[in-house]
């Protein structure tokens, strides 16, 4: 099982004969390693429907006749858009055969367009495949909760914000790894623009430091096997 960042929080997970990518935001990303035409997957999800997440998941979706994974919401705009999708919600999981999704609460919006288009509440992942636990936990703020989600999942990767502004920052985030005790943080959502930029190599020394949990912090277009 492989695991390539695509920039942002845009992620493809390979799975040998299953590929996901989450959030594939590509047109317009300045730090994106690839072009649309590039990726193909059989399953696209989706946190929320915000330009940097929702981005070119229709067109994947239509390229590679692949399935989104949403909220209801959501769904159902790009099932209005003509490409297959399977509606979740938060709370909900689903066995998909090679892999099983669960939705989380996320702590943020998600509309798209203006007048903005409502698509439903924004949400994490909890994605198990091949004996591994991956938590993306989309754009959000710190919540609680994450010491739930932290008991009630071995997580071995959480996918973590640390951009602030839009979603926690490296504080914020420090304490949401404490509550979702993690075998490995990977952050994401920073450096794609100068209103996120922050500094991985101090975050990570602020993690490992803190918490004794080791900090991965992987360059877009870089895969590592999990
Ligand atoms: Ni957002
Ligand atoms: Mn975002």
Redesign the pocket.
């Known amino acids: 099982m492989h695991l390539t960042f695509l920039g942002h929080a845009a992620f493809l997970i390979n799975l040998g004969g299953t590929k996901i990518i989450v959030d594939p935001f590509i047109t317009d990303n300045p730090t994106a390693p690839c072009q649309v035409s590039d990726l193909m997957a059989n399953w696209i999800l989706v946190s929320?429907g915000?330009f940097?997440?929702l981005g070119d998941a229709v067109e994947i979706a239509r390229n590679s006749r692949g399935t989104v994974i949403g909220v209801a919401e959501l769904a159902k705009f790009c099932t209005n858009k003509g490409v297959a999708a399977h509606a979740m919600h938060i709370g909900g999981s689903h066995d998909f055969g090679s892999f099983k999704v669960k939705l989380t609460m996320a702590l943020?919006?998600s509309s798209l367009g203006s007048p903005a288009e409502y698509l439903g509440n924004?949400c994490g992942f909890i994605i198990s495949a091949q004996d591994k636990t991956i938590y993306h936990a989309g754009?959000t703020g710190l919540f609680g909760d994450m010491e739930l989600l932290g008991r009630l999942n071995n997580i071995d990767y959480a996918l973590i914000p640390i951009g602030d502004n839009?979603t926690m920052g490296p504080d914020d985030a420090l304490e949401a790894i404490r509550m979702l005790r993690p075998k490995t943080v990977i952050p994401m959502h920073y450096n794609t623009w100068d209103i996120i930029e922050q500094d991985p190599v101090k975050f990570k020394e602020n993690v490992e430091r803190e918490l004794e949990i080791p900090v991965l912090t992987i360059k877009p277009g870089e895969t590592i096997t999990l």
Do not use: A, S, V
Request: glycine share 12%; hydrophobic share 10%.
């Open positions: 929320h915000h940097d997440h943020h919006g924004p754009d839009f």
